[in-house]
């Protein structure tokens, strides 16, 4: 049973315009959760990451809203950029436990359009 | 700068070898990952390890086995390859109670 879930395989965006990715959570247990970002042939960079004490947490043009409630989270981009265009990983922890991993999500591949 | 380093970026094997795959880190991290990627699947654990000697199983480690002797190194193990394990290979590594994982830039292996 997936734990978080990302239920859109791909993704295109205008540049310039924004790009909204977004990541559902099923284990109410998750306190805390990251994005990250990855290009072919490489791994995964750490992109943005939010606790579950808050609802929104901003970087730059990266901006990461938590809503407890609804289980969902939501990374947005603004503007979008062509270096943008890459695999998105959403990801979740439970920090209580030293033993529990990082959970990721299938990702999503956002392809940003000229 | 923190760095995981895996051994090959690309590898060629043939059915039944026996294939290592080799993470190093230099960030004197506790926890080590080794995951696999795959089109559609995203990011799958294989296995993981939280200290020297020490590993434990992820969600799919049929077909492996790994190797932690030394705090810095996390080996991946086909013990004997096939054709369905031809994938990207990463690992990472954690800081224990860290919530942040670094990845190597992977390993695309062919097994033929």
């Known amino acids: 049973d997936q734990q978080v879930k990302q239920n859109s395989p791909s993704l295109s965006v205008q540049e310039g315009r924004i790009s909204i990715l977004n990541c559902d959570y099923t284990?109410?247990?998750?306190?805390?959760f990251l994005w990250y970002k990855k290009y072919p042939a490489e791994g995964p960079t750490f992109l943005i990451s939010?606790?579950?004490?808050?609802d929104k947490n901003e970087d730059g043009r990266f901006t990461v809203f938590l809503n407890k409630s609804a289980k969902h989270l939501s990374l947005h981009i603004v503007p979008s950029q062509p270096g943008d265009s890459a695999v998105y990983f959403c990801?979740?922890?439970?920090?209580?436990?030293?033993?529990?991993?990082?959970?990721f999500g299938k990702g999503t591949r956002l392809h940003i359009l000229p | 700068d923190v760095k995981v380093t895996q051994s090959s970026r690309y590898l060629v094997k043939r059915t039944g070898e026996k294939v290592f795959l080799e993470c190093v880190q230099d960030?004197?991290?506790?926890?080590m990952f080794w995951y696999r990627q795959d089109p559609g699947l995203g990011l799958r654990l294989i296995y993981f390890?939280?200290?020297?000697?020490?590993?434990e199983k992820g969600d799919i480690p049929e077909g492996y086995s790994v190797s932690r002797e030394k705090k810095e190194r996390f080996s991946l193990i086909l013990e004997s390859a096939s054709t369905n394990q031809t994938s990207m290979y990463l690992c990472?590594?954690?800081?224990?109670?860290?919530?942040?994982?670094?990845f190597g830039p992977g390993t695309r292996l062919t097994v033929l």
């Open positions: 284990n109410s247990m998750f306190d805390y």
């Open positions: 990801a979740a922890r439970r920090t209580m436990n030293r033993d529990d991993k990082i959970i």
């Open positions: 390890s939280y200290d020297v000697k020490m590993k």
């Open positions: 960030m004197d991290h506790e926890n």
């Open positions: 990472a590594s954690r800081q224990e109670r860290s919530n942040e994982q670094f």
């Open positions: 939010i606790s579950s004490i808050k």
